[in-house]
Each structure stands twice: as C-alpha cells, then as structure tokens.
C-alpha cells in the first residue's frame, strides 16, 4: 500500500471521520498493509490526542470467584473448574490499603472488580461509603466493575464520585451466545446506556481470540464508538486450566498488533488498554503496542499473573514514553529494584494463576 494511504487514514480518523468496514477489514488482515506504517499512522493519531503519556492501572479483586454465572471465559464461572483463590467481599481497610498501594506504585486507576451477577442495594451503599473514603484519601481515579447495573444504581456510585464504570462489551452480539447464556450483549448493553446516562465514564472493552472472526471485531470497534467509551481494554483470552472455554486462541502478535491499530483509528481519542495476555500473544513485539495503546495494567490481570511491576516500567521508559503519575519512571523503577520485585517468569510460556498474596497483599496487616 502507498504510504498516502496510511496518510489517509491517520488525517481522517484525527478530524474524526469514520473509516469504512473495508478499510476496517484491511487493517486487520490485508497483506497490502505493512504493519509498521500502519503503526506509524496509529502512532500518530495517538499522539495528537494522547500525547506520549501512558495511564497505569492495577487491577484489584475485590471478591473473587463465588460467581452464579457462566460466561465461558471465567475462572470465577459458576461451571469453572480452575484453581482460583476464592474469597467473598475484602474488608473496608484491606481495599484502602490497597487503593494506597496503588497510588503509591505509579497508578493513575485503581480499579475494583467484584465478581458476580450485579450489585444488590446493600452492596451499592457499601460501594459508595468505599467510593467516598478512596477519594477523599488519596488523588487516583477510581472504576468499578460490579456487573449488571440499573440506572438509579449508577446514579448512585456517580453521586459518590466515582470517576468511571467498566462493563465491558467482551464479544460481539452475534457471538455472545456463544460465550455465556445466563445474561445478554443486550444486558450489557443496557448498563453501560445506564452508566452513561448517570454520567459516568464508560470503560468497556473486548477479549480477542474466543472463537469471534473478524466482523466481530470490528462491529465491536464500532459499538464503543458509538457508545463514547472513554476506556477500551483490549484483552486476549487466557485459557486458564479449568475454565470451559479452553481452546488455546491463534493470535498472532501481528494479529494483536493491528487489533489494537483499529481500535485507535476507529476510537481515537479513547484510553486504548493493552490488557490481558500482552506478554503472552505479542512476545517480543510487546513495547510496538504502545505506539496504538496508550494504557496497561502494570502487574497482572483478574486471575492470571503478567509481567512484573520492573520490567513493565522499564519497557515504557525504554520506549521513551512518560507516564501519568505524582511519581517518575525513574523512581518507580528504583523501589521495584530495592525490593527485588523482578522476578519475571517467560510471558509466553505457562499461565501461572495468581495465588493469594499476589491478590490480597494487604491482608495480613488488614487483620
Ligand atoms: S465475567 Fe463476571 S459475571 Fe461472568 S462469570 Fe466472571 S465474574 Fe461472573
């Protein structure tokens, strides 16, 4: 492809216009396009909205497991079988300290993730004295992932100033059914419609490599458009041992890569996450994804371990890019090293599950 094409499609996606599914199509898979020059477009279109600044987030399960539904990809999946850390909701003190924690390890986000169906009115009240306490402590961001949520239960987290909502998308509505029958897209749909109109920002994003064929990923490229997410996490399945749905997916760190170019193009002044499984499908091509992403989580995803906190850090200060934090690169490199968190395991190689004290660090001195 001649580089005006490249041009092109950079020119038109910073004054907004809205590329055709063909050229969608292309990006994913057409041979015609060099995936350097279509990095360098991507790049671009990152740039003039988000700068070099790269957002870290930490992921905190709140409550893990105990889930009554069955989404295929889950650990925490009533019908899954994987050797998951169960607990029920953390105490008050162990999530702030871990909020704490985050903030003190460079995280513009800290994130909640409470496993199950949705909130019930007494989790919705404790949720948002948790909100209050959080920001009136410390200056990070706070999301929440709590399932399917109404209206006047957004509203009410909106009210406690929480800053956004994840409910992600995760397939396609054609392919939903395919990955879980206890709930719909539509559900899914209707809570981030919710979200949105409480005021909230939306974080909703996908996991690539469940079985979905490109028209998936694209429509869903759209639909966040059309939603207005601020936040779109690009997950790549990890097949945990034990959850139903095994099948290890093909996708290549090209693949990945143009992925996550697309969802640039067509979102292009969204928070673009590489999330779940980068060390494990893009290998040695993990640092080119920030050239399209613009976000990460620093250590690790709901149930399986990533990199370490060092050497995520060390890549985005060796890539020359800043991150969006009180504190520099540098010194978060430094207290990583002192205390010889390094440890890092070969990302492509075995899922390692993330054992208690990779999810409740905090719970010794919580009691
Ligand atoms: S994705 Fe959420 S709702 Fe689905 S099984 Fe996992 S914890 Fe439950």
Do not use: W
């Not at 790049?43 to 930490?58: E, L």
Request: glycine share 6%; proline share 3%; hydrophobic share 35%.
């Amino acid at each position: 492809m001649k580089s005006e094409f490249y041009d092109k499609v950079a020119r038109q996606c910073v004054a907004g216009e809205l590329l055709s599914t063909k050229t969608a199509a292309d990006i994913l898979s057409s041979d015609d396009i060099e995936l350097l020059s279509l990095l360098n477009a991507a790049y671009a279109v990152r740039k003039k909205f988000v700068g070099k600044q790269v957002t870290i987030h930490i992921i905190n399960n709140a409550q893990n497991g105990h889930c009554c539904e069955d989404c295929s990809y889950c650990a925490q999946a009533k019908p899954s079988k994987a050797e998951i850390e169960e607990y029920s909701l953390k105490s008050d003190r162990e999530i702030l300290l871990e909020a704490k924690n985050a903030h003190e390890h460079g995280a513009h986000r800290y994130c909640m993730v409470f496993s199950g169906r949705g909130p019930s009115q007494k989790r919705i009240d404790h949720l948002v004295r948790l909100v209050r306490e959080i920001k009136s402590q410390y200056p990070i961001e706070v999301c929440v992932s709590a399932g399917l949520l109404d209206k006047d239960k957004a509203q009410m987290l909106a009210d406690a100033g929480l800053d956004r909502l994840n409910h992600n998308l995760n397939t396609s509505a054609r392919h939903y059914p395919s990955v879980c029958t206890t709930h719909t897209y539509e559900d899914r749909l209707n809570t981030l419609q919710a979200a949105r109109q409480a005021g909230l920002q939306l974080c909703s994003g996908v996991i690539l490599g469940m079985g979905e064929n490109n028209d998936d990923v694209i429509e869903m490229a759209y639909t966040l458009r059309e939603l207005g997410a601020e936040s779109i996490p690009v997950n790549f399945f990890i097949p945990i041992e034990g959850t139903q749905l095994k099948k290890e997916p093909v996708l290549s760190p090209e693949y990945c890569l143009r992925a996550l170019c697309l969802y640039r193009f067509l979102n292009p002044k969204a928070e673009i996450r590489i999330a779940a499984g980068r060390e494990r499908y893009l290998r040695n091509m993990e640092v080119m994804a920030l050239y399209p992403a613009n976000s990460l989580f620093l250590d690790g995803y709901l149930n399986a371990k990533g990199a370490s906190r060092a050497r995520t850090l060390q890549m985005i200060k060796d890539a020359g890019f800043t991150i969006s934090s009180e504190y520099s690169l540098d010194e978060l490199i430094a207290a990583e090293t002192s205390t010889n968190n390094t440890d890092d395991k070969d990302p492509s190689g075995e899922i390692t599950i993330k054992n208690l004290k990779d999810l409740r660090p905090e719970l010794e001195s919580s009691i």
